[in-house]
């Protein structure tokens, strides 16, 4: 299996604006910038995966890539997520890829354990799936083949996804780690991170101390 990932990148300087009530604008530029690096890394050095391909609108995370040795792709400024990943499958198409996998750039303690059970779990049509904490978004989509459903990322995607493949009788494996579940996009989710951080090594991530008058 040649399998591919796609990792879909916000502009770094106005990433994670939920947490602006709890992080200064260059602490939020720290830390997207370093889940991205580390979520790349991760992608990188998996056995399993032929390469990655960042896109997005922002010229420093598409630097980034290619100095972790991914292939980029600028998105166009009037894009959106789901054309955005749309357009780098069919370029993964015809580079002959037969099974990508779409990862956010927030997931700061996935690891390559998740990446290769992810892949055990895929089948000839098939998608393997993810959610968040909530159980309402997609944290991880690997599909093979490449195209064999739509993308509709956004408020519910993960029934959304379930929904699209099942209707084309194709195969769907639910992947459950905490680590995948666990992105970052409201103070919330800043606490579990901050506790993360204090408990193990994770020389990767930024300590992020809380502000005063955090909760």
Same mark, same amino acid.
Request: cysteine-free; hydrophobic content about 50%.
């Given at each position: 299996m040649?399998?591919?990932?796609?990792?879909?990148?916000? &502009?770094?300087?106005?990433?994670?604006?939920? +947490? $602006?009530?709890? =992080?200064? &604008?260059e602490e939020r530029y720290q830390l997207?910038?370093?889940?991205?690096?580390?979520?790349?890394?991760?992608?990188?050095?998996?056995? $399993?995966v032929a390469g990655a391909l960042v896109i997005s609108r922002d010229t420093k995370a598409l630097a980034i890539g290619r100095e972790l040795g991914a292939k980029t792709l600028q998105e166009s400024a009037e894009s959106n =997520?789901?054309?955005?990943? +749309?357009?780098?499958?069919?370029?993964?198409?015809?580079?002959?890829?037969?099974?990508?996998?779409?990862?956010?750039?927030?997931? &700061?303690?996935?690891?390559?354990?998740?990446?290769?059970?992810?892949?055990?779990?895929?089948?000839?049509?098939?998608i393997v799936i993810a959610t968040d904490s909530e159980q309402d978004g997609t944290n991880a989509?690997?599909?093979r083949p490449p195209g064999a459903i739509g993308y509709a990322y956004g408020a519910g995607s993960y029934a959304r996804h379930i929904e699209a493949a099942e209707r084309k009788n194709i195969a769907v494996q639910r992947y459950?780690? &905490?680590r995948t579940r666990l992105d970052i996009d409201v103070p919330a989710d800043l606490r579990i991170?901050?506790? =993360?951080?204090?408990?193990?090594?994770?020389?990767? =991530?930024?300590?992020?101390?809380?502000?005063?008058?955090?909760?």
């Open positions: 040649s399998l591919w990932a796609i990792i879909p990148v916000k &502009p770094l300087k106005h990433a994670k604006s939920r +947490l $602006s009530t709890v =992080l200064l &604008p997207a910038q370093a889940m991205f690096r580390h979520v790349l890394s991760v992608v990188m050095q998996a056995r $399993s =997520l789901n054309p955005a990943l +749309l357009r780098a499958t069919m370029v993964l198409i015809s580079w002959r890829a037969d099974a990508v996998l779409v990862l956010p750039a927030d997931l &700061p303690f996935i690891n390559d354990v998740d990446i290769a059970q992810l892949v055990s779990l895929s089948r000839d049509r098939s989509l690997l599909v459950e780690s &905490p991170y901050r506790r =993360l951080i204090a408990e193990g090594q994770h020389s990767h =991530l930024p300590t992020l101390a809380p502000t005063q008058g955090e909760s």
